[in-house]
């Protein structure tokens, strides 16, 4: 009742506070966030660790039983961890609590990792880390395919030419395409060759490690002008990989290309995407934090 006795005591002043409510609800609304999904505060940080040719259970008895046990002594405000190992991977999961500082907790878990890795078996890298949330969510896929392109230029063209592009959206966050060949140069050996050739493949690795290198090379001032200095250090194309001499013996000089065959190849296939029957390349667009799905999309 009491707020009824001030209305009547002072219409004018009520009057103008609901053409103000009135005026302002425009500007609202036009501000206001809409969204798809709703967003859950859970902050979660994922730790992964490659080490090729080890098995799953290998995996998870040298990185993710012990990683877990430093984790859980030097990171605050862990709610729980979770662990999966595959083949070559492990992948560790940290759930915050919905209050955490989320940048103290990551800069807590590179500092663990960074020390973490010497206990690691012998030529272990860094292992990725990569901050996320429960409202994480793929919001649009992307699936490339193309009669002409091969695999390894769909994946060049998803990653190189298409994410950079996407990444610039506010709030999407795009991780590695699915499917696809990753690119590399190949080297294939002949193992007759070789041994004809009185050869190893260390060799081989050897001479195409000491033959093609990036070097440093600066300039050369003559007279007034100055000139850019280039060594060969390196071939311009895959072809010239061919042309490297891997033993000289007895005057006669042994080259890559009578052991070995140079290609444009790609690394071993781990997962596979078809679309509409031929394979192609899926991209994921993720949502990324409080941004709104629908200005993403």
């Known amino acids: 009742m009491w707020i009824v006795q001030i209305a009547?005591?002072?219409?004018?002043?009520?009057?103008?506070?609901?053409l103000l409510i009135l005026l302002s609800t425009p500007l609202v609304l036009s501000r206001m966030a809409t969204d798809i999904f709703p967003d859950i505060n859970i902050p979660v940080i994922s730790i992964i660790w490659n080490y090729g040719g080890m098995s799953a259970q290998e995996m998870g008895q040298r990185f993710a039983a012990g990683n877990e046990r430093f984790l859980t002594t030097t990171v605050n405000d862990i709610e729980h961890v979770e662990s999966q190992s595959l083949a070559g991977t492990s992948i560790i999961k940290i759930f915050f609590q919905p209050n955490a500082n989320i940048q103290t907790a990551i800069a807590q878990v590179v500092a663990i990792e960074q020390s973490a890795v010497r206990a690691m078996p012998?030529?272990?890298?860094p292992p990725l880390i990569i901050k996320y949330s429960a409202s994480s969510v793929p919001v649009?896929?992307?699936?490339l395919s193309s009669p002409t392109m091969t695999e390894q230029g769909l994946f060049d063209t998803a990653v190189n030419f298409l994410r950079p592009q996407l990444i610039t959206?506010?709030?999407a966050a795009i991780p590695y395409p699915y499917g696809g060949k990753?690119?590399?140069v190949s080297v294939d050996l002949d193992n007759q060759a070789l041994l004809a050739k009185g050869l190893t493949p260390s060799d081989v690795v050897n001479a195409v490690n000491a033959q093609n290198l990036t070097l440093p090379t600066g300039t050369?001032?003559?007279?007034?002008?100055e000139y850019?200095?280039?060594?060969?250090?390196?071939?311009d194309t895959i072809a010239g990989l061919n042309s490297i001499p891997v033993l000289a013996k007895n005057g006669t000089t042994t080259y890559l290309s009578e052991v070995a065959r140079v290609r444009d190849g790609f690394s071993p296939?781990?997962?596979?995407?078809?679309q509409n029957g031929q394979r192609g390349v899926l991209l994921s667009i993720l949502k990324n934090g409080g941004a709104s799905t629908l200005d993403i999309v």
Request: charged fraction near 15%; proline fraction near 7%; glycine fraction near 8%.
């Open 182 to 184: 990753l690119r590399l």
């Open 220 to 225: 050369a001032k003559i007279d007034a002008t």
């Open 269 to 274: 296939q781990t997962n596979i995407v078809r």
């Open 169 to 171: 959206i506010p709030g």
């Open 140 to 143: 649009i896929q992307l699936g």
């Open 228 to 235: 850019t200095v280039s060594l060969n250090g390196s071939p």
């Open 122 to 125: 012998v030529g272990t890298t």
């Open 8 to 18: 009547l005591r002072r219409p004018y002043t009520f009057i103008v506070m609901a």
